[in-house]
Each structure stands twice: as C-alpha cells, then as structure tokens.
C-alpha cells in the first residue's frame, strides 16, 4: 500500500501535480497570453479539439449538413490544449472556463456565445428544431440521458482516465475505485439500450451525439491503452450495437474528425473531406 498523506490545514499550489497534463493544471482562471482567435465567413465558429467533449459540436454540425440543412455551415478551429490555446485571451472571451469546445454564433444581428459542449448541442438543435425532441416524455427523456453524460464523463475520463493511464504512478485505491464506476456507467448505458434503440428512444438525438465519443472510444478500446480489455468491454453488448450503429452514420464519420490532428485541424467547407484518405471516413472499428 502506498504510503498515507495527510493533507496540510491549508492547501498551496507549490509544485505541478504531475501527469501528463500537469504543465497546463494551474488553480487560477483567466488568460495567460494575449491571442484573438481567428474568424472564418460561415455564420457558425466553432474552437474545439476532436476529444470525445470536442467531437459532439462537429457531429452535430455535420448531421445538420447531411439532412440538407444548408443554414448550419461552419469553420471550426483548433484549439491545441496541450500548447495552452485555451488560455489565450480570445479563447477565454468566449469560455472563461477555458474548456474546449467553444462556439461563437454569427447568425443573427448580434453575435452569441455558447460554452460547455451541453449548452451548444442544445442552443442550436433548438435552432434548427432537429435532433431534440420538442416537448413531452421525449423531450425529457433527451435531456436527462444527455445531462448523465455530462455529470457521468468527469468519472470515466478525469477518474478512470487519468489514474489509469496519465498518472504519474499507479494506485490501486483510485483504479479500483474509478474502474468500478466507470463500469457502473456502462451498466446503466447497457440496461438502457437492452430497451431502446437510441438514449431517447426511437429517434436519434443530441444524447446520442453527446455519449457517443465517451462511451465509443472506450468500448472499441482507443482510450486509455488496454483499458478495453482491463474493464472487459466485450460484456455490454447492447452498448457495443449502439456504437457500431451510431458510428457508421455520415454525420459521425465525418464530425468526429473535426479538429482532429490527423483528420481535418481545421474545417471550412464540406469539399475538406475530400483531401482526407477514404479509410479515415470508414465507420470506426472495434482495436481489441
């Protein structure tokens, strides 16, 4: 057993925490440099990172574009985190948190920010009234599966994620403990989805968009080394048809490459795709 800590009365941020994010963890806000942030001639600009946070905004905007809604054109940039672009001043007008994704919203007289990648998926299906059910059970139903994603993510990614794979040392207390949530979470996806097609239900939604890039990537073993293997994520079979079958959808294919370093770093109109190897659009397979 590692040895036991015992925390000073008053915590002081008096040295990294460690990891592999630890040069850009710091316990204040605000910008650390002074940088505007490009702007693109689509009424939409999108600042993101095709993490499984970042790549719900693109798929939402290309799900909007391969149903014809021409309306729905965006640029997206992006935003390294790893080199601190969330910390510019630019950035940090449109997200003070100084997460990715941002969006900034050209489309009417005065432009609107939109932050956290919840808030964005909704602001604009209600825009578009598509992929968000207008009232009633469903509508209800949508949001709630959509708010357990964003309360459920910090234990799989900043839980499980970081003590498995990014930490410094291995610990058996954290790993235990964030294993067995995250496999919980999985438990409650795989229940849902013994019932129903989608989270929602019949119809595809924003939850689906929203629990897609956490849920996929795990299960088809891209996140966090072998961990597929160590949660044994052959047993959640009806979340295994979900991500298969979500996965293979144009909208996916393509949104999830948005801001992606070996996708498109950057998008401003469909024909990008085009420059990128037919296998990259291929709808994503399971590693293990």
Sequence with gaps: MADSYTPPRVWTWDAPSGGQFAHINRPVAGPTHE??????????????????????????????????????????????????????????????????PALLDRSGPEPIRVFESGAILVHL?????????????????????LMWQMGSAPFIGGGFGHFYAYAPEKFEYPINRYAMETKRLFDVADR??????????????????AIWGWLGALW????????????????????????????AREGVRRGRLVNSRDGLPERHAASDFDALDPARLATPQPQR
């Design 220 to 247: 088809r073993g891209d996140a966090y080394g072998d961990a597929a293997t160590f949660l044994s994520m052959h047993e959640y079979e009806n979340v295994g048809r979900w991500v298969m079958d979500v996965g």
């Design 192 to 209: 849902r989805l013994a019932t129903a097609r989608y989270f929602a239900g019949d119809d595809y939604t924003i939850a689906d968009m």
């Design 35 to 100: 940088r505007e942030l490009p702007l693109g001639s689509h009424p939409f600009q999108l600042y993101s990172l095709a993490t499984p946070n970042g790549q719900k905004v693109g798929i939402l905007f290309e799900e909007l574009l391969a149903a014809g809604v021409g309306d729905a054109e965006y640029d997206a940039w992006l935003i390294d985190i790893g080199k601190g672009d969330q910390f510019s001043s630019g950035f940090v007008a449109i997200n003070p948190n100084s997460k990715i």
């Design 125 to 145: 299906a209600e825009k578009f009234g598509m992929f968000l059910p207008a009232g009633g059970q469903a509508r209800a139903e949508c949001l709630s599966w």
